[in-house]
Structure formats: structure tokens, C-alpha cells
């Protein structure tokens, strides 16, 4: 699994085709997800958050705290546990 950089056209694509709500969210970064297949399979998104309270139970303020508000994937991945990971781990990089 890869996971890379979303463009607007992929993330808009993904959530128009993929996330029941059909929603598009002001957001902050998404990442595309490939299979082992280099198949594209939909995006992971994240914003700032919902509230500028977000953080506030944890000392932080909002800049500090992301919020993941869509995964919208086809269902070719072989993981959707494993797919945020990767991307909370390319987030802490």
C-alpha cells in the first residue's frame, strides 16, 4: 500500500464518488491511497477541526490539533486501519 499527496480534482473525486455524505469539507491535507496493485482507491482527509475548541481538553489550540473528517475509499485497498496509519505517520513527518 502507497499512499501519497492528494490534488483537489483526486480528493473532490473521492468524496463526490466514495463518502455517503457527498460532502466536500474545507480541509487541510489528503492523501490518495494505492493498492499493492498501484490502483488508486480513494483518499484519507483532514482538517483543522469542527470547533477552535478542539484542542482545548489537551493544553492546545487550533494549529496544533487535525481532525480526520473523511475516509472515502472505492474498497480495493487491503486495509482502511492500515491506510490511516500510514498517513497519521506521513502527518508526524
Avoid: D
Wanted: hydrophobic content about 40%.
Amino acid at each position: 500500500m502507497k499512499l501519497e499527496i492528494a490534488t483537489y480534482k483526486a480528493t473532490k473525486y473521492a468524496i463526490m464518488n466514495f463518502h455517503y455524505s457527498k460532502t466536500m469539507p474545507p480541509y487541510g491535507c489528503s492523501f490518495s491511497v494505492f493498492n499493492n496493485k498501484s490502483e488508486w482507491c480513494g483518499i484519507i482527509l483532514y482538517s483543522k477541526g469542527a470547533t477552535n475548541k478542539i484542542g482545548a481538553p489537551y493544553g492546545l489550540v487550533q494549529g496544533q490539533v487535525i481532525e480526520l473528517v473523511r475516509v472515502a475509499l472505492n474498497g480495493k485497498q487491503e486495509s482502511t486501519s492500515k491506510a490511516v496509519s500510514i498517513s497519521l505517520k506521513m502527518i508526524k513527518n
